[in-house]
């Protein structure tokens, strides 16, 4: 298949966005439309008709989405039972002792299962594969017919040490096939072959339960553009920022927890690299939430150790992607200390922010920016029935600036501060955690409201330019277009480097590059080539945190790793321990199909540019407390080498840019703006 009509489609949690690109004809269209939660596949039904597409003539789409995500926060899951070892039926519900708050005496956690739905057989095998115990056959067949009893529609197989000997595990499955009715059977080993049975577990549970729910709604999006007329296949972004085909992906559905953050650092690094950026700091702030990344060297770093909420580790290769509750639509409010917070609570997509005038009636960021007059209230999306601003400022006034002891505006501008302040928190901590220094990189600011809080916050973290990609509210549907297919696989070995069989490590890593490439080969869409990333996670015997050490091929030498593993800790803490020998942990292969790559040139129409850049009007903007005459510019009109001085606004169909006083945005590749911060060393 092609890559010549290409829509790329993410839903999040307020907006579904959607980006067509057309390489035969170069037309580019656009879509943003309300995300419909009881049903994400009407909001992608309502952006392919709100950009008017006609899918006879398009090759592929492919889809973010937060499907599982949402199913898995919200505990929306399909009813799981689970079968393991004797003795180990509460394996899901101990963790690891630790706590919601590292200084709370109480927290909250619902396991993925319920305790009357994990059940136990007599089985068991040794942390070296030995049978101690066999599989007690009788025992499994009867517990399989007690969680149909009670209306299970997905199992999970999850027994002790099954990552070192499979059998039981394989055996049991192969009885439940016989007696399940349907396909939506997980054992542990097959997701995630690690030695820990907790972290194993949970990533287990997490697939079955959302199995179902993935498929159902794939299979309903599917038929619907079938029946318009689409007969290619649909790719689903995974974690790990690559792609799957949806009949696939159900398999493993707990890789697509984090599809749409991933999807959006995907662009950010394809966009970074085409620029000349290879570091860059990613800041997606949407209307529920803002992700932020580290890309180093042109690549995203991806994890298996990423842990969603409290207690729910889900150790399958994800892009390490972290995520704060600051968002447009994130809630205002002064705490019972007389302290303003904002966030994590969100007006989400409905009823919205009050500016989208759909009901909503609690202050937000989205709010606070209109009366600052950082938004246009006439080119707001997803607006019904005109904008009250005198109604928002009164909320303001009565809400937050009456228990504060100030005005609206002084409050609005608060409410901006504080957002502000826990953002570049977060982005600070993403880097200062890899060893990073936030000042050495690039801030790439994208969603529908980073644009208009990036220069800000790169004054407060000391970073001395922001990029600003073509189409920032869009990001993360351009990144389901210029993403690659990818498959990730990890296997224990946990064996102290001095006596790890390095032949056996060797045949590892060729047997996880077979595994791949039989994967690609299944894909319906052309790879121009296939490149194999390989990692080796290692410890100091008697630590628990592992470093990932990359490898430049896939047969390393013992002297090679233990260097290799020696520099990759001295860079992170900066500590030698060269008396401690290491350990490896596990192995880590990444094959990954590279799609025939995408101009960007596109996504502002070079006839639409004009020879000077002259704005469309001129508003009044707050900062600092002092309102300032900003011209405003619409951005598909600005020259290529466009340089503005704030400050000033650019408006356009999917976000606005604020560049503050001082601060200067010069035109780059791509289309990109780059703002260039003041003062910033």
Same mark, same amino acid.
């Given at each position: 298949m092609t890559r010549g009509g290409i829509i790329g489609i993410d839903v999040g949690g307020t907006f579904t966005d959607l980006v067509m690109l057309d390489d035969t004809t170069g037309s580019l269209r656009i !879509?943003?439309?309300?995300?419909?939660?009881? *049903?994400?596949?009407?909001?992608?039904? &309502?952006?392919?008709?709100?950009?008017? %597409?006609?899918?006879?003539?398009?090759?592929?789409?492919?889809?973010?989405?937060?499907?599982?995500? +949402? %199913?898995?926060?919200?505990?929306?899951?399909? &009813?799981? $039972?689970?079968?393991?070892?004797?003795?180990?039926?509460?394996?899901?519900? =101990?963790? #690891?002792r630790t706590r919601p708050q590292p200084y709370g005496m109480k927290g909250q956690f619902t396991p993925i299962i319920p305790r009357d739905l994990r059940l136990e057989v007599p089985e068991?095998?040794? %942390?070296? $594969? +030995?049978?101690?115990?066999?599989?007690?056959?009788?025992?499994? #067949?009867?517990?399989?017919? *007690?969680?149909?009893?009670?209306?299970?529609? !997905?199992?999970?197989?999850?027994?002790?040490?099954?990552?070192?000997?499979?059998?039981?595990?394989?055996? @049991?499955?192969?009885?439940? @096939?016989? =007696?399940?009715? +349907?396909?939506?059977?997980?054992?542990?080993?097959?997701?995630?072959?690690e030695t820990r049975e907790y972290e194993r577990g949970v990533t287990a549970a997490v697939n079955a339960s959302v199995q179902p729910l993935l498929e159902r709604y794939l299979t309903r999006l599917r038929d619907e553009l079938g029946r318009q007329g689409y007969d290619g296949d649909v790719l689903v972004m995974n974690g790990n920022g690559g792609m799957v085909s949806s009949r696939l992906v159900a398999r493993e559905a707990a890789k697509t927890v984090m599809s749409g953050p991933a999807s959006g650092v995907m662009a950010a690094a394809y966009t970074g690299r085409r620029a000349g950026e290879l570091n860059l700091l990613t800041y997606d702030m949407g209307g529920t939430s803002t992700d932020v990344a580290l890309i180093r060297d042109g690549h995203p770093p991806v994890s298996n150790e990423i842990e969603v909420e409290y207690a729910m580790p889900i150790h399958v290769p994800m892009v390490d992607v972290r995520t704060v509750g600051a968002g447009g639509g994130s809630i205002a409010r002064v705490n019972a200390a007389g302290l303003l917070e904002v966030g994590p609570e969100s007006a989400g997509a409905t009823p919205g922010p009050m500016c989208y005038g759909k009901g909503g009636m609690r202050p937000t960021i989205s709010d606070a920016n209109l009366l600052l007059g950082r938004l246009n209230p006439e080119k707001l999306n997803a607006i019904d029935g005109?904008?009250?601003?005198? !109604?928002?400022?009164?909320?303001?006034?009565?809400?937050?600036? @009456? /228990?504060?002891?100030?005005?609206?505006?002084?409050?609005?501008?608060?409410?901006?501060?504080? !957002? *502000?302040?826990?953002?570049?928190?977060?982005?600070?901590?993403?880097?200062?955690? =890899?060893?990073?220094? /936030?000042?050495?990189?690039?801030?790439?600011?994208?969603? $529908?409201? $980073?644009?208009?809080?990036?220069?800000?916050?790169?004054?407060? =973290?000391g970073v001395p330019r922001v990029i600003i990609p073509a189409r920032p509210g869009l990001t993360n549907a351009l990144g389901c277009v210029v993403a690659d297919l990818r498959h990730d696989y990890v296997q224990t070995v946990n064996q102290p480097l001095d006596t790890a069989d390095m032949d056996k490590v060797h045949e590892i890593f060729a047997q996880q590059v077979a595994l791949g490439n039989a994967a690609l080969a299944q894909e319906k869409i052309a790879i121009l080539e296939t490149r194999c990333d390989f990692s080796v996670d290692m410890q100091f015997v008697g630590q628990s945190h592992v470093v990932r050490v990359p490898l430049d091929a896939a047969t390393p030498s013992r002297p090679e790793l233990r260097a290799r593993f020696e520099k990759v800790y001295w860079d992170r803490f900066k500590v030698e321990l060269t008396e401690i020998n290491a350990r490896i942990v596990s192995l880590n292969c990444s094959v990954i199909g590279h799609c025939e790559p995408l101009d960007l040139e596109k996504l502002i129409a070079p006839e639409g540019r004009k020879p000077i850049a002259q704005p469309t009007t001129t508003r009044a903007v707050i900062f600092d407390g002092a309102p300032h005459d900003t011209p405003v510019y619409w951005r598909d009109h600005l020259p290529e080498d466009v340089s503005l001085e704030g400050p000033a606004l650019i408006e356009q169909s999917d976000c606005t840019i604020l560049i503050p006083p001082g601060d200067r945005a010069d035109g780059g590749a791509d289309g990109n703006l780059v703002i260039h911060i003041g003062g910033a060393a």
């Open positions: !879509a943003k439309t309300p995300t419909t939660l009881d *049903n994400q596949a009407y909001g992608v039904l &309502k952006a392919l008709a709100e950009a008017q %597409a006609d899918l006879t003539q398009v090759d592929l789409i492919v889809h973010g989405t937060t499907t599982t995500t +949402n %199913a898995v926060l919200e505990r929306k899951l399909s &009813k799981t $039972g689970l079968i393991t070892t004797a003795g180990f039926r509460d394996v899901l519900e =101990l963790g #690891r068991r095998m040794d %942390a070296q $594969g +030995n049978v101690l115990t066999p599989l007690d056959e009788p025992a499994l #067949r009867t517990a399989i017919a *007690n969680l149909l009893d009670a209306g299970c529609e !997905a199992l999970v197989i999850h027994f002790l040490h099954a990552y070192a000997n499979p059998a039981h595990e394989l055996r @049991a499955a192969q009885i439940a @096939a016989e =007696l399940w009715p +349907n396909t939506y059977i997980t054992t542990g080993h097959s997701l995630l072959s005109g904008v009250d601003q005198k !109604a928002i400022a009164r909320v303001f006034a009565t809400e937050l600036g @009456a /228990p504060l002891g100030v005005d609206a505006l002084t409050a609005a501008e608060a409410v901006i501060q504080v !957002a *502000n302040a826990k953002m570049s928190g977060a982005i600070r901590m993403v880097s200062l955690s =890899l060893g990073a220094d /936030p000042r050495d990189f690039a801030l790439f600011a994208f969603g $529908g409201a $980073g644009p208009l809080h990036a220069a800000a916050l790169a004054r407060e =973290l």
